[in-house]
C-alpha cells in the first residue's frame, strides 16, 4: 500500500469513527413508549382516514349501496373518534 | 348490511373452509407429486448413462463438453460429453437449436436416446442447454 | 487502490458488526443514542461501499488488469457503457453490488423512517447489519474483487459476448435492487416479531418498501426476457430456467403480500399469513441469489459450482428456523381481530388471490427443486422439464386473471346481489363477447386457454375501464371539472387504488401477449440457400443474401432476409451470429477465430399484432478446408518467425509479429469472404409470434401502475375528515376541519 493510500484509509477510518461516535457524545432525552405509541396511533389514524375515503370512493361509484355506506361510514367513522381520543389522551401525558 | 338473517355459526363457517382449503392443497399436491414423477426423467452422467441406458428410453444427460470434440456434420452436431468423476466420455448427435454459448468445456444437458445398436446416443431436437460460464478466458496476446 | 478497496471491505465488516452491537444494545437498554449510532452504522457502510464501488469501476474503466475481476471481465476494446456494466457481469463484482445496494436502500429507509417504528426499526437494523456481515465476508474473503495479479497481462478476457445487450447491463441491478429491497420488509417483519408490535406503523413500512421491491424485481425479471427474446438465440422469452424461477417466486409472494396487507390494515385479519409472506419473500430472494452462484442446479445463469453453496444454505437455515421460531413465540399476538364476514367481499377476493399465488410459488419451487427433492429421497436427480409447468400454471393464471378483474369491483366486507348486478354486468359482457367474437375467428377456439385468457383480459380492462369512468364521474359530479383533469385528479388523490387497478390491466394486457404467443406462434427450422424463400404463417420470408463481417472482437456471418405477405412487401430483417477467438489452441492459429464462442443477433421486426423474428445458424464445415491449410500455413510461418528471432533487434522482433498477424488476419478475412462469394444453404430459424409486443407494452403498464401507487401523496390531499361521533354517544365529538378527499383541493 502506498503512503497516500494509507493516508485515505486512515482518513476515512478517523471520519467513520467520528460519524458513529457523534451520537454518543451527545445527551439524547429519553421519548420512550409514548413516542411509540403516539406514532402507531397517528398511522392508525392515517389509514382509518384512508379506510373512510375509500368507503365514500367506493359508495359513490355504486359498490356501495346508500343503507350500506351509512353504516359502514358509522362505523368507521367511530373508529376514528376512538382513535383520535387515544392521541389526544397520550398527547396530554 | 348488518341484516339479521340466521347466519350460521362463523366457527362452523371457517371449519368448512378450512377444510376446502387443506382439500384444495392436498389436491394440487398430489397433482404436482404424481406428474414429477412421471414426467420426470433420469439426469444421468455420462458413466450412469453407459452403465443404465436401455434402447427405446431418454434421459437427460449431463456433463462437459470434451475439448476437441465438437464437429459438424451437416445439419448435425457431434460432440462428446464426459464423465465428471471417470475418464470416459458418450458421444452424441444433435440437431436443432444449439445455444450461444455451447463450446468445448462447457457444462450442457441434452436429453437423449439411444438407437440400438448405434454406440452414439440421438440427442432430442431443441434439447440442448448449456450453463453460461462465469468467466471468459483471456485473449492470446 | 486495491488495498484501499480491501481495507474498505474489512473495514465495512467491523462498522456492520458494531452496527449490530449498538443497535441491539440500544433497544435493549432503552439508550437511544446507541439506537442512533446504530443507524448510523448503516449510512457509514453505505459510504465505505460507494467508495469501493467507485475504486472497481474506475479499475474497469481506466483498463487496469491488475486488478483479477477486469483482467478476467474486460479488455482495451469493450464499451465504455459495457465496462462500467462488466463488475456485475463476474461472481467478485456481483457480491460488492449485492452489499452496495443493500446498504444504499437500508440508509433511504432507515433516514425516511427515523421518527417511525422507534422500537422496531434497531432490531430490522441488526437484521440488515446482519445480511451486509455475510455478503461483506463472502466478498472479502471467498470472491474478493480487490484481488490483484502481480503479473498484469496487457489485454482482458472481454465481457461475456452474452452480455453485450443494453437489457443484460440494467438487468443485474434491477434484479438486485428488488433482492436487497425485499430483505428491508423482512428485517422490519423480524424487529416486529421480536417486539410483538405488528401494529399499523409496521404494516406502513412493510408495505411501501415491499411495493418498492415488487416494482424492481418485477422490471428486473421483464427485463431479463426481453434478453432472452432479443439476445439468445432460441425465439422465446421464458424457459422455466431455475434462475427465472428464482426470482419470480419472491415476485408472486409480494405481490400476495402487498394485497393481503391492506387486510390487516382494514380488519386486523391474517397476521400470521402477512409476517409469513414477508418472512417467505425475503428467504426466497436470498435463496435465488444462492441458485446463481451454487450450481445445484443446471442453469444458464449459473455462476459455475463455487465454495459459496456452504455460507448460503447456512443463511437460509438460520431465516427459515428463526422465521418460524419467531412466528410460534408470538402467535398470541397474531391472532386476528376480525372474521371474514362474506365470501362475496373484497376480503374474500384477496385471500383467494393470496392461495392462487402461493399455490403458483409452490408448483414452481417444487418442480424447480425437484432434481434435488428426488435425489434425496430416491438417490436418483429427476429433472421434470418446463413443459410440467403448464398444466398448474396456466389455470391458476386464468383464475389469478379473473379475480384481477373481480377485485376492483367488490367492496370491502360485504355487497349485495344487487350491487354485483350493477358493477358486474359491463364487465361480464365485454368479456363474454369478446370470447364469442374469437371463437369466430379460425383456429382460435381450438385452443381453449388462450381463449379464456382473451375473454378474462378483456373483462379485467373493462373492469378497470368502468372503475375510471365511474371515479371520473363521481369527482365531476362535485368538482364539475374537464373529465382529462378529473381523472388526472382523481388518480393523484386515490394513488394507491388507481395505481392499482392499473397494474391490473397491465397484468391484463401481458398475459394476453403471453397467451397469444405461446398458443399460436409459427415456427420453422429450414436450411436455404440464397434466393430460396420459405413459408411461415402466411409470410414468404426469402433468404436474399448471405453477409459477413470481420472485426478485431468477432467474425460474423448472416444473411439478409425479404419478408413479404401476399406479395407485398413487409420488411427486411438482418439476422448474424458471431464468432469470438477460441483460447483452445488445439483449433490453430486460424481456426480458433471460427471455432470459439458464439453468439446471434437476431433478426427481429416487432409489431403490434406480430413479430417475425428469424436466426441464422451457419454450418461453417465447409470452410473447414481453407482453415486447415491456413493452420498449415501459419504454424509453419510462425515457427520461422520465431526461429529467426534471436538474430533480430527488439524492434524488429516485433515489427515481424506485426507481420504477421496482420498476414493472418487478411487470410481470416479471405476465408471468412468465401461465405459470401460462394454462399452454401444456411439453417434458419424463422418464427412468427402473435402480440408478443404486448408483454412488453403491459410490463410498462404495470410499472407505472407501481410507480403511481408508491408515489407519496401530496400533504394537501392528505386532507384530514370532519368526524363527528355516532348519535349513541353524550355529545357528538367533531375534529377536523376539511371535506373528505375526492371534494375539490384547496
Known amino acids: 500500500m502506498t503512503f497516500a493510500s494509507f493516508a485515505l484509509v486512515l482518513a476515512i477510518l478517523f471520519a467513520v469513527v467520528l460519524f458513529l461516535s457523534a451520537p454518543l457524545r451527545v445527551a439524547r432525552a429519553a421519548g420512550g413508549d409514548a413516542r411509540s405509541e403516539l406514532a402507531d396511533l397517528e398511522a392508525a389514524r392515517e389509514a382509518k382516514y384512508r379506510e373512510i375515503r375509500d368507503a365514500e370512493l367506493d359508495h359513490r361509484t355504486g359498490k356501495l349501496s346508500d343503507a350500506d355506506y351509512e353504516a359502514l361510514d358509522s362505523t368507521l367513522r367511530a373508529e376514528a373518534i376512538e382513535i383520535l381520543r387515544s392521541i389526544d389522551t397520550i398527547s396530554e401525558l | ?96 437449436i444449439i445455444p450461444d454459448p455451447f463450446a468445448g468445456g462447457r457444462a450442457v444437458m441434452v436429453t437423449v436416446h439411444q438407437q440400438s445398436p448405434n454406440p452414439t446416443f440421438v440427442g432430442e431436437q431443441n434439447s440442448l442447454t448449456t450453463k453460461c460460464p462465469s468467466k471468459y478466458q483471456a485473449k492470446a496476446a | 487502490m486495491a488495498p484501499v478497496g480491501r481495507t474498505l471491505l474489512i473495514l465495512g465488516l467491523l462498522v456492520a458488526g458494531y452496527g449490530i452491537a449498538a443497535s441491539l444494545y440500544g433497544a435493549r437498554s432503552g439508550r437511544e443514542e446507541w439506537v442512533v449510532s446504530g443507524r448510523r452504522s448503516v449510512y457509514a457502510l453505505a459510504g465505505l461501499m460507494t467508495i469501493a464501488w467507485a475504486i472497481v469501476e474506475v479499475a474497469f474503466i481506466r483498463n487496469d488488469f491488475s486488478f483479477t475481476v477486469v483482467a478476467q471481465h474486460s479488455s482495451t476494446t469493450t464499451p465504455l457503457f459495457y465496462k462500467l456494466a462488466a463488475p456485475w457481469s463476474s461472481q467478485e463484482g456481483s457480491l460488492l453490488l449485492w452489499v452496495w445496494l443493500l446498504s444504499l436502500w437500508s440508509s433511504l429507509v432507515l433516514f425516511l423512517t427515523r421518527r417511525r417504528v422507534r422500537e422496531i426499526a434497531p432490531y430490522a437494523t441488526a437484521v440488515l447489519l446482519g445480511f451486509a456481515v455475510f455478503f461483506t465476508s463472502l466478498a472479502a474473503f471467498f470472491a474478493n474483487p480487490f484481488t490483484t495479479t502481480a503479473n498484469p497481462p496487457t489485454e482482458g478476457a472481454g465481457l461475456d459476448p452474452l452480455l453485450l445487450h443494453p437489457s443484460m447491463m440494467i438487468h443485474p441491478p434491477m434484479l438486485y435492487s428488488g433482492y436487497t429491497l425485499l430483505a428491508i420488509p423482512f428485517a422490519f417483519a423480524v424487529g416486529a416479531l421480536i417486539t410483538g408490535r405488528l401494529n399499523s406503523e409496521w404494516i406502513w413500512v412493510s408495505r411501501r418498501f415491499a411495493l418498492a421491491a415488487w416494482l424492481f424485481l418485477g422490471i428486473g425479471v421483464v427485463l431479463g426476457a426481453r434478453w432472452s427474446y432479443t439476445e439468445l438465440g432460441w425465439g422465446g422469452y421464458w424457459a422455466w430456467d431455475p434462475v427465472e424461477n428464482a426470482a419470480l417466486m419472491p415476485w408472486l409472494c409480494t405481490t400476495a403480500f402487498i394485497h393481503s396487507v391492506m387486510i390487516q390494515e382494514k380488519r386486523g385479519m391474517l397476521k400470521v399469513w402477512n409476517v409469513s409472506l414477508v418472512l417467505a419473500a425475503g428467504t426466497l430472494a436470498i435463496l435465488g441469489t444462492f441458485l446463481v452462484r451454487s450450481g445445484i442446479l443446471d442453469s444458464i445463469h449459473a455462476f459455475g459450482a463455487s465454495t459459496l453453496g456452504v455460507p448460503f444454505v447456512l443463511l437460509l437455515a438460520v431465516m427459515i428456523t428463526g422465521g418460524i421460531g419467531l412466528v410460534l413465540a408470538r402467535r398470541a399476538q397474531l391472532r386476528s381481530d376480525a372474521q371474514l364476514d362474506s365470501l362475496l367481499s373484497r376480503e374474500a377476493v384477496f385471500l383467494l388471490q393470496n392461495l392462487v399465488l402461493v399455490a403458483m410459488v409452490f408448483v414452481i419451487f417444487w418442480i424447480t427443486f425437484f432434481p434435488l427433492i428426488s435425489e434425496a429421497v430416491t438417490g436418483t436427480k429427476v429433472s421434470v422439464g418446463p413443459p410440467a409447468f403448464r398444466p398448474f400454471i396456466v389455470p391458476l393464471a386464468l383464475v389469478l386473471v379473473a379475480l ?343
Request: charged share 15%; proline share 6%.
Open chain 2, 1 to 96: 348490511m348488518w341484516d339479521n338473517r340466521k347466519r350460521m355459526d362463523p366457527s362452523r363457517k371457517r371449519a368448512i373452509r378450512l377444510t376446502v382449503a387443506l382439500a384444495a392443497a392436498l389436491l394440487l399436491a398430489t397433482a404436482l407429486i404424481y406428474v414429477s414423477f412421471s414426467a420426470g426423467r433420469d439426469e444421468v452422467t455420462a458413466s450412469q448413462l453407459l452403465r443404465e441406458a436401455r434402447p427405446g428410453h431418454s434421459y437427460i444427460l449431463a456433463g462437459t463438453v470434451l475439448v476437441g470434440s465438437v464437429r459438424h456434420a451437416g445439419d448435425a452436431l457431434l460432440f462428446r460429453i464426459r464423465d465428471p468423476r471417470l475418464p470416459l466420455s458418450v458421444p452424441v448427435r444433435y440437431t436443432g
Open chain 3, 404 to 746: 384481477a378483474g373481480i377485485g376492483p369491483l367488490i367492496a370491502w366486507r360485504r355487497v349485495t346481489v344487487a350491487n354485483l348486478r350493477r358493477n358486474f354486468t359491463v364487465p361480464v359482457l365485454v368479456g363474454v363477447a369478446t370470447g364469442v367474437v374469437l371463437l369466430a375467428v379460425g383456429g382460435v377456439g381450438a385452443k381453449p386457454f388462450a381463449l379464456t385468457m382473451f375473454a378474462l383480459g378483456a373483462f379485467v380492462l373493462a373492469s378497470v375501464a368502468q372503475e375510471l369512468w365511474r371515479g371520473t364521474g363521481a369527482r365531476r359530479a362535485m368538482t364539475r371539472e374537464a373529465p382529462p383533469l378529473a381523472l388526472a385528479r382523481l388518480i393523484r388523490r386515490n394513488r394507491r387504488r388507481y395505481g392499482g387497478y392499473i397494474v391490473h390491466a397491465g397484468l391484463a394486457v401481458l398475459l394476453i401477449g403471453v397467451a397469444a404467443s405461446s398458443s399460436f406462434q409459427r415456427s420453422r427450422d429450414v436450411v436455404l440457400a440464397p434466393g430460396q424463400h420459405a413459408r411461415v404463417d402466411g409470410y414468404e420470408i426469402r433468404y436474399v443474401h448471405p453477409t459477413v463481417a470481420a472485426t478485431a472482437q468477432k467474425i460474423s456471418f448472416g444473411a439478409v432476409l425479404d419478408v413479404s405477405k401476399g406479395g407485398k412487401h413487409v420488411t427486411t430483417v438482418r439476422t448474424t451470429r458471431g464468432f469470438y477467438p477460441s483460447q483452445d489452441p488445439t483449433q490453430g492459429l486460424i481456426g480458433r477465430f471460427f471455432n470459439g464462442e458464439a453468439d446471434s443477433n437476431v433478426g427481429l421486426r416487432a409489431g403490434l399484432t406480430k413479430d417475425i423474428w428469424t436466426v441464422v445458424n451457419p454450418d461453417l464445415t465447409p470452410l473447414g478446408s481453407y482453415i486447415n491449410q491456413g493452420n498449415g500455413v501459419f504454424a509453419a510461418a510462425l515457427a520461422r518467425t520465431m526461429k529467426s528471432m534471436p538474430g533480430l533487434a527488439a524492434g524488429q522482433q516485433q515489427a515481424a509479429l506485426n507481420t504477421l498477424w496482420t498476414l493472418r488476419d487478411q487470410a481470416i478475412t479471405g476465408i471468412a469472404n468465401r461465405y459470401v462469394t460462394h454462399p452454401w444453404p444456411v439453417e434458419f430459424l424463422l418464427i412468427v409470434d402473435p402480440l408478443v409486443t404486448w408483454i412488453w407494452i403491459g410490463a410498462i403498464i404495470i410499472a407505472a401502475g407501481g410507480l403511481i401507487a408508491l408515489w407519496p401523496i401530496p400533504s394537501l390531499a392528505r386532507g384530514r375528515i370532519r368526524v363527528a361521533a355516532p348519535s349513541r354517544a353524550s355529545a357528538p365529538a367533531v375534529t377536523a376541519i376539511r371535506e373528505p378527499v375526492g371534494a375539490s383541493e384547496r
